[in-house]
């Protein structure tokens, strides 16, 4: 049980020992189950009944599928009765007793819907118990397309939040069991596009951006046949995101501007601040502090409407990059150690990582040459646990020697610093240590 708590069981194994919990009701494996598992998979309350009660469960004739005034009515039902159960574990309580699969799936994916922005761990936990009610669906009453819609729902929902907590393998093999059982489906467009949303945002995680960029060309053609001049905006955030990641940085910035015009920010908030935010980073990493600045103040609105502890640290970082850029670098160092512990209390690790290396940038403009040696070397103990892409783990390592010898300079960290931002878009870059041929 503790293995399968962990999310640590080979994909076909998982399957079968969720199905023998769910289905099959073995009381020895629910006794062995943690606690918080079992009250959110609903098992909590569940009692083995006697023999007599089950030969006659054996024996009955199986549900026959709902009419569709029926089903309508009992989808709406289970709406209901999911926003119950979403209420209760925002406040923390268990999830209401009896509830059927359907609403209970529905409830958890809400409520991991909701942590996206706060805490990425917790919210592939809840989609990954999602998946596991999912098991529990119909097929007699709600038809075998209909349920892998919902399977598919879950799967897609865990992995994009699997994504988001930076598990890209596990993320992939839950997207494509998603598009498996879209496939096996009744073909809703709706559930394709959040599904080609996802694809596409992990795709552009992996730094694929030619597939990610044809599927969010998908979407756009899909939102402008809906007509829907906020979403063909939203997907212009993100068209213009992969377009920087690029290097492209006037076309991202000719995109961004565009969003801009487009986004509803009382509907989306933060969509707003995804594009007021991209923009900015883009007219930094391209060299144009001045524009950075006046977009700043432009944008103010819709970035302090960020909305979740992710968005507040990625927030956190333009004002830290700008704050070096003007030579600020004592408040540039405040504002990156306040990054560094709020990337490292979400588990974003690497991300910590890759400031250290700008904080210690800004530590030896001000003279603090063993506190820069010792961030230096704190990110590459990160890197090397983590398994960072190999040529960035080889600088920080070069980096974090010349310290100890005493040779390292400002031009060798901002080199290092510098690449290391860039290979989180691009793996294939490989280190040249220009400063180092210099010296």
């Not at 909590?44 to 030969?55: D, I």
């Not at 925002?90 to 509830?99: D, K, N, Q, S």
Request: net charge positive; proline share 4%; charged share 30%.
């Amino acid at each position: 049980m503790a293995v399968l708590a962990w999310g640590s069981l080979p994909t076909k194994r998982e399957k079968e020992v969720l199905r023998h919990l769910l289905v099959g009701r073995c009381p020895e494996c629910f006794a062995a189950m943690p606690p918080r598992l079992s009250a959110l998979l609903g098992l909590k309350r569940w009692r083995r009944p006697p023999a007599s009660k089950r030969a006659a469960q054996d024996s009955a004739p199986q549900r026959v599928r709902a009419k569709p005034l029926d089903m309508e009515r009992h989808l709406r039902a289970q709406r209901r009765a999911a926003d119950r159960g979403l209420k209760a574990l925002e406040a923390g309580r268990e999830l209401p007793p009896r509830m059927r699969p359907l609403a209970h799936m529905w409830a958890l994916l809400d409520r991991s819907w909701q942590l996206r922005h706060d805490d990425p761990q917790e919210m592939a936990c809840l989609a990954w118990i999602a998946t596991a009610v999912s098991l529990k669906l119909d097929r007699g009453f709600y038809g075998r397309k209909r349920v892998c819609d919902f399977q598919a729902r879950a799967e897609a929902d865990f992995g994009n939040a699997c994504r988001a907590a930076n598990r890209f393998e596990d993320a992939e093999r839950a997207l494509w069991r998603a598009r498996q059982l879209f496939e096996q489906g009744t073909g809703d467009p709706f559930l394709e596009v959040r599904l080609l949303g996802f694809e596409a945002s992990l795709l552009g995680d992996r730094r694929r951006w030619v597939p990610a960029t044809q599927k969010l060309l998908k979407l756009l053609a899909f939102y402008q046949e809906q007509g829907d001049g906020h979403l063909i905006g939203r997907t212009f955030v993100t068209l213009g995101l992969y377009a920087g990641h690029e290097g492209r940085y006037e076309l991202a910035v000719e995109r961004l501007e565009h969003s801009l015009k487009l986004i509803d920010s009382k509907r989306e908030p933060y969509a707003a601040y995804c594009a007021a935010h991209n923009l900015i980073l883009f007219l930094l990493e391209s060299g144009r502090l001045a524009e950075a600045k006046r977009y700043r103040l432009l944008l103010s609105g819709h970035l302090q409407n960020a909305g979740g502890r992710i968005a507040q640290i990625k927030f956190r970082v333009l004002e830290g990059h700008i704050a070096a850029g003007e030579g600020n670098h004592r408040r540039a160092e405040n504002i990156l150690r306040e990054v560094i512990d709020g990337y490292e209390q979400a588990g974003l690790l690497i991300c910590a990582g890759v400031e250290m290396l700008h904080l210690a940038v800004s530590l030896l403009h001000q003279g603090k040459a063993e506190e820069a040696e010792q961030t230096v070397t704190e990110a590459a103990e990160i890197f090397s646990v983590h398994r960072f892409e190999r040529e960035g783990l080889q600088a920080v390592i070069l980096l974090r020697d010349a310290f100890r010898m005493q040779k390292a300079t400002l031009e060798m960290t901002l080199e290092v610093a510098d690449f290391l931002r860039r290979l989180m878009n691009d793996p294939s870059l490989r280190f040249e240590a220009r400063a180092w041929e210099e010296g």
